[in-house]
């Protein structure tokens, strides 16, 4: 997604994995717990990557434009 003083939100799956790429400092973020923050590269790097894990193959999402914000919910897991 790519954009400037933009809002978007995102309904995934309960068990999809996915990984989050902020390319710009400028932006506001509200993901599910299992989510966690990595470290992309060392000194002046701005990408920030975010990862939760899951069955399947990882969906990519990348984040691209500074003053964004991001929200991310999940659907609940059905029981069988």
Known sequence: ???FLATTEVLLPA???VRIDFTSR???RSL??????HAVGRGRS???TWTSEGSGAP??????G???YLKVTRETAKAV
């Open 1 to 3: 997604m790519k954009g």
């Open 15 to 17: 068990s999809v994995p």
């Open 46 to 48: 701005k990408t920030k």
């Open 59 to 64: 969906l990519l999402i990348l984040i691209d």
């Open 66 to 68: 500074p003053l964004m």
């Open 32 to 37: 599910p717990e299992d989510f966690l923050e």
């Open 26 to 28: 400028f932006t506001t």
